[in-house]
């Protein structure tokens, strides 16, 4: 792996049909490129997931079938979410869901996808050993930010680059040491 401090790193949430990438689609990506500790570039992208969403996830995120009938396929998309990608630490909360996905989306369209990740839920388990929980509500609750759009992915990328920046300042360059343990080589 390389040195983390000098490493591009992507903040990223999705939103989903449900649960499972065996048999749910992604309905949304978000995700934040930061290089040399600057956001460098932003995705926001709805995609069509070929399938209605449930009830129960549209009262979630707002997100409807009308919404998606016109976005994109995920493989008009894969191309550009890759290049957004590359080299880049891909962090997510509760990463393996978000990775899953992902990855399952690019398999579906016939091509590989790997990359080194890493696991806010897991950074604020080790970071803060004194909070039983470390649901993404419960941190942006101790962070007292403000989420307009809570659930949507864009939105709760922005929360995981915004726990960064905090834990940084909290942290400095040690930070890194902790994201470290906390990475998932590719393989």
């Known amino acids: 792996m390389t040195n983390d401090n000098h490493r591009p790193l992507v903040f990223l949430d999705i939103e989903t049909t449900g649960a499972t990438a065996r048999t749910s689609r992604i309905t949304e990506i978000g995700a934040i490129r930061v290089e040399n500790g600057k956001v460098v570039k932003e995705f926001r992208q709805l995609v069509n997931p070929e399938q209605p969403v449930p009830p129960f996830i549209t009262r979630m ?8 009938w016109d976005a994109p396929l995920f493989q008009t998309i894969a191309d550009e979410l890759e290049m957004f990608l590359d080299g880049a630490l891909f962090i997510a ?5 978000d990775y899953g996905f992902i990855k399952a989306e690019f398999e579906k369209i016939g091509r590989k996808f ?3 990740r890493a696991c806010t839920v897991r950074l604020s388990r080790r970071l803060h050993p004194e909070h039983r929980s470390h ?4 941190v942006i609750e101790r962070m007292q930010v403000e989420v307009l759009n809570r659930h949507r ?3 709760d990328a922005e929360v995981l680059w915004k726990f960064f920046q905090e834990e940084y300042q909290t942290h400095g360059a040690h930070l890194f040491e902790h994201l470290h343990k906390v990475t998932s080589v590719a393989r």
């Open 153 to 155: 992915a864009y939105d």
């Open 93 to 97: 909360h509760n990463v393996t869901f």
């Open 61 to 68: 995120t707002g997100i409807h079938d009308e919404m998606l």
């Open 114 to 116: 790997s990359m080194d």
């Open 135 to 138: 649901r993404l509500d419960l």
